[in-house]
T-cell receptor, first 114, second 117 residues
């Protein structure tokens, strides 16, 4: 079974802090994704990566950056956390062999910015 | 730009009965994939079912089946013989078929399904 592990289930940080959310997958997937989940809005793509050191902006990249130094690890960085970044963050991974490959999700990190 | 709409924020069903969750999407593409994902409370999101747009036959997975109406851009999920474990938030998602196979998904807003014993 594919395992996508997010470093924290719950995280509380203060406004202005630099926040790191880590995600690791164990299935040698090329693609990795960071989503933000908010009630009534579904999942929105923040950033994705299709290879090591490669990244592309999703629909809501403002205030975020990412890092993929190794194939199995994809980090989401909040450069200067703000209260409007309080949300559930989901990491996912998938094969890059044609659209239609399912994405595999982590458990999510519920982030609160105070 | 493609969009996915789930117009039912919440649904409920009696255990052992059948329920249908609605999803509509907007796209100018002719080839694409559609998915239903399930997110149980405080648990991992998992794939329920997948449909290729070029296949006319509706996908089925045990008690889960879809009604795919390509012309109407509708993709509903039917859950038969509902069980307590089906209680979850369900997301409809769209993936474009193209040369840049990044596998990006566009999600709907989600429908919370309650199953009553």
């Amino acid at each position: 079974d594919v395992k996508v592990t997010q470093s924290s289930r719950y995280l509380v940080k203060r406004t202005g802090e630099k926040v790191f959310l880590e995600c690791v997958q164990d299935m040698d997937h090329e693609n990795m994704f960071w989503y933000r989940q908010d009630p009534g809005l579904g999942l929105r793509l923040i950033y994705f990566s299709y290879d090591v050191k490669m990244k592309e902006k999703g629909d809501i990249p403002e205030g975020y950056s990412v890092s993929r130094e190794k194939k199995e690890r994809f980090s989401l960085i909040l450069e200067s956390a703000s209260t409007n970044q309080t949300s559930m963050y989901l990491c996912a991974s998938g094969l890059n062999r044609g659209t239609g490959q399912p994405q595999h999700f982590g458990d999510g990190t519920r982030l609160s910015i105070l | 730009a493609q969009t996915v709409t789930q117009s039912q924020p919440e649904m409920s069903v009696q255990e052992a009965e059948t329920v249908t969750l609605s999803c509509t999407y907007d796209t100018s593409e002719s080839d694409y994939y559609l998915f239903w994902y399930k997110q149980p409370p405080s648990r991992q999101m998992i794939l329920v079912i997948r449909q290729e747009a070029y296949k006319q036959q509706n996908a089925t997975e045990n008690r889960f089946s879809v009604n795919f109406q390509k012309a109407a851009k509708s993709f509903s999920l039917k859950i038969s013989d509902s069980q307590l474990g089906d209680a979850a938030m369900y997301f409809c998602a769209y993936a474009r078929l193209g040369s840049s196979n990044t596998g990006k998904l566009i999600f709907g807003q989600g429908t919370t399904l309650q199953v009553k014993p």
